[in-house]
Structures are given as structure tokens and as C-alpha cells.
């Protein structure tokens, strides 16, 4: 099984920066990729930006520029840095861990972490 384990959330500023990290333990099978999800109150959980096994990161539009994913293979880390923020980011955040077997995809999540913008 796997572990994931979510730290950085936190209070800021619109306009300021946080940056959020995922540190998985356990056995990783076959790494498909990372991701980081939101859900804001009251609103689907929308995936935000995610990192397949050979770097390639992908983002939804509204974070575009602003949001960078990246990992730590050494570490087994990813991050998720944010710029530029909104009050519209505000939200809870979960990183996501796919692993791959036999066609088989099985999805871990962290625990989440709360990321508050202020106006």
C-alpha cells in the first residue's frame, strides 16, 4: 500500500505564493503518474495539474502560468507551486498517486491541505 502525506497548505494573500508537497511511502508498483486535485466548497473536485511518470506535466487552463508541478523521484515527492494566487484557488488540496498493474490503475490520495486566499 501506499502512503501519501500532504503539507504546506496554508493562509495567503491574493497575489502571493505557496508551495505544496506529497511525500509517498510504501510499494509503488508501476509510477503512472502525480496529480494535485481541488475542491472548493460546494464545487466538484477538478484536477488541477498532473505529472506523468516521464515528466510531462499537463494543467487546467484557470492555473496556467501560474502553477508549476514537479517531483522529486529521489524522494518520492511531488510539489505543487503556486503563484499568482486568487481568491478563486482557494480550496482544499489533494495530491494523487497512480499505480499501474496489469491494467490495473489503483488511485492513493492525500489527506488533503487547506489553502486559503485572501482578498
Known amino acids: 500500500q501506499v502512503q501519501l502525506v500532504e503539507s504546506g497548505g496554508g493562509l495567503v494573500q491574493a497575489g502571493g505564493s505557496l508551495r505544496l508537497s506529497c511525500a509517498a511511502s510504501?510499494?509503488?508498483?508501476?509510477?503512472?503518474?502525480m496529480a494535485w486535485h481541488r475542491q472548493a466548497p460546494g464545487k466538484q473536485r477538478e484536477l488541477v495539474a498532473s505529472?506523468?511518470?516521464?515528466?510531462?506535466?499537463n494543467y487546467v487552463d484557470s492555473v496556467k502560468g501560474r502553477f508549476t508541478i514537479s517531483r522529486d523521484n529521489a524522494k518520492n515527492t511531488m510539489f505543487l507551486q503556486m503563484s499568482s494566487l486568487t481568491p478563486e484557488d482557494t480550496a482544499v488540496y489533494y495530491c494523487?498517486?497512480?499505480?499501474?498493474?496489469?491494467?490495473?490503475?489503483?488511485?492513493?490520495w492525500g489527506q488533503g491541505a487547506q489553502v486559503t486566499v485572501s482578498s
Open positions: 494523487q498517486l497512480g499505480d499501474f498493474r496489469g491494467g490495473n490503475m489503483l488511485l492513493y
Open positions: 510504501g510499494t509503488i508498483f508501476v509510477l503512472n503518474h
Open positions: 505529472i506523468s511518470s516521464g515528466g510531462i506535466s
